[in-house]
């Protein structure tokens, strides 16, 4: 709900991810769009969205915290 409603808002919004080996990547960034992907009785519902990180060309904006 949060995603569909900053998909079409013009507001930043702060973003966490994490990778399978615990870096994480802190940004602010615009919800571009927002699909969701409905599946059948033997699959399960997807949701893709567009960002668009909210930064300067030589990543200031983005936080990284690398795992040890």
Do not use: C, H, P
Request: net charge negative; no cysteine.
């Amino acid at each position: 709900i949060i995603m569909k409603a900053a998909s079409i808002s013009d507001n930043d919004y702060s973003f966490m991810v994490t990778t399978q080996n615990g870096d994480k990547y802190f940004f602010r960034a615009q919800i571009m769009s927002w699909k969701v992907g409905v599946g059948s009785v033997d699959s399960i519902t997807t949701a893709t969205a567009t960002l668009e990180i909210t930064t300067n060309a030589t990543g200031v904006g983005i936080v990284e915290s690398l795992a040890a």
